[in-house]
Every structure is written in structure tokens, then in C-alpha cells.
């Protein structure tokens, strides 16, 4: 049972155009989400996160967006760079009664990204 | 500020053995939280450890183990090791334990198991 789904494997986009990454989710108890970049041989690096409180978040050439009746956010990367192509994880964490899932995040399977220069 | 560092970077051993893996989180950071990642299934959450507790723990196996140090350093443990246990394994710090923030990976270890 994937809770977090990012429908598309890859994402091709020509230098200066805007990148927008899509993903959904199915646990409506998911209240945090954040996105990753992640080159190969490396760990994930994190980008920019959301909470559920909130519909906009921006850094940078980053926003990320949460529409949490479709259960649907998206980051955009506005101007896309040839340094952005990477593997791109959107994450989430549930919340519980008990606070201890702070730390547990579930991920999606990544969208490749390539930015053409 | 050093990042999350984890070693060995690189390892390999054989079916039946154990392994143990090290990560040191951000300095200051006291919650780590490990994670596997394969091509199948991609990122899964093993456990998380705050103040030496395991507080957290995803559905894996009880071949699966972790504890953390008083210094919040913390190793993950897997015993009799099976080819699907081949994976790279991901360390996580976060800040604090009981608030929304985000974590910060490791490099991670790549184990293969032959």
C-alpha cells in the first residue's frame, strides 16, 4: 500500500523554464511533507517542507504548493538549472496522539528530473 | 558544521553473517532515524532513536536492530544476512525530537550481500 505516490518517473525540462514535480498522497492523518534531492551515490538533501496548516511554502527558486482536499502537492523550481537534475523525493509524516512519528517519514519512488542546458 | 556522517561507506559480506553500521548525526542533533533503500521499494523507514530509546520502529524484520549512545551516536544492526538485505542504508539527524523539522541524511552505506 503506497501512501505517498509520485506518478511520474522522469521530468524533462529545458534550462530557464519552470520544473513542477507532482505527488499525492492517500493518509489524510499525514500532516508535514517535505521534498529531497537526491544525486546518485549521495544522500537525499533536503529542499524546502509544508505543513498541512498552510497551502504555499517558498525558498528561493522553490514553492512548494499543498492542496490537501486532492490530497495533491507539487514543487516548483522556477528558473530550472542543469545543477537541479537529480532524483526528487517528496515525503510525509503522520501525525499520532501518542507524538512519537516525528521522525518517520514515508517517501515516494522519485521523479528523475533533467534540466537541458 | 560537520554533516550526518556514516561509515563505512562501503561494505559486502555473505549470507548468514551480521553487519553493523555507524552514523553520527549533526552536532547537537539528537533524534536519528534510519532508513533502507533498494530499487523495489524504494526508501523505508527502519527506527528512530531519541535519548538513547528507540521511539519508532517500521516493519521490518526483528533481524533489524539499532540502539544510540548517550553521545547521540547511533549504529543499526542486522543479523543472519539474507541477498535482499543488499541495499543503502540511510542515517537521519534531526534537531529536535518532538516538532516538525526536517531531517538530514548521511551519505549512507551501500551493503551487498553475496
Known amino acids: 500500500d503506497q501512501q505517498v505516490k509520485q506518478n511520474s518517473p522522469s521530468l524533462s525540462v529545458q534550462e530557464g523554464r519552470i520544473s513542477i514535480l507532482n505527488c499525492d498522497y492517500t493518509?489524510?492523518?499525514?500532516?508535514?511533507f517535505l521534498w529531497y534531492k537526491k544525486y546518485p551515490a549521495e544522500g537525499p538533501t533536503f529542499l524546502i517542507s509544508?505543513?498541512?496548516?498552510?497551502d504555499k511554502n517558498e525558498d528561493g527558486r522553490f514553492t512548494v504548493f499543498l492542496n490537501k482536499s486532492a490530497k495533491h502537492l507539487s514543487l516548483h523550481i522556477v528558473p530550472s538549472q542543469p545543477g537541479d537534475s537529480a532524483v526528487y523525493f517528496c515525503?510525509?509524516?503522520?501525525?499520532?496522539?501518542?507524538?512519537?512519528?516525528?521522525?518517520?517519514?514515508?517517501f515516494g519512488q522519485g521523479t528523475i528530473l533533467t534540466v537541458h542546458p | 558544521k560537520a554533516g550526518v556522517t556514516q561509515t563505512p561507506r562501503y561494505l559486502i559480506k555473505t549470507r548468514g553473517q551480521q553487519v553493523t553500521l555507524s552514523c553520527s548525526p549533526i552536532?547537537?542533533?539528537?533524534?536519528v532515524s534510519w532508513y533502507q533503500q533498494t530499487p523495489g521499494q524504494g526508501l523505508q523507514f527502519l527506527f528512530e532513536?531519541?535519548?538513547?530509546?528507540?521511539?519508532n520502529k517500521g516493519n521490518f524484520p526483528g533481524r533489524f536492530s539499532g540502539r544510540q549512545f548517550s553521545n547521540s551516536r547511533s549504529e543499526m544492526n542486522v543479523s543472519t544476512l539474507e541477498l535482499g538485505d543488499s541495499a543503502l542504508y540511510l542515517c537521519?539527524?534531526?534537531?529536535?525530537?518532538?516538532?516538525?523539522?526536517?531531517?538530514?541524511f548521511g551519505q549512507g552505506t551501500r551493503l551487498t550481500v553475496v
Open positions: 537521519a539527524s534531526r534537531l529536535r525530537f518532538n516538532m516538525n523539522t526536517e531531517a538530514f
Open positions: 493518509n489524510s492523518m499525514f500532516d508535514y
Open positions: 509544508i505543513s498541512s496548516i498552510k
Open positions: 515525503a510525509a509524516k503522520a501525525s499520532d496522539a501518542g507524538g512519537t512519528s516525528y521522525g518517520k517519514l514515508t
Open positions: 552536532s547537537g542533533h539528537r533524534s
Open positions: 532513536y531519541f535519548s538513547e530509546t528507540q521511539r
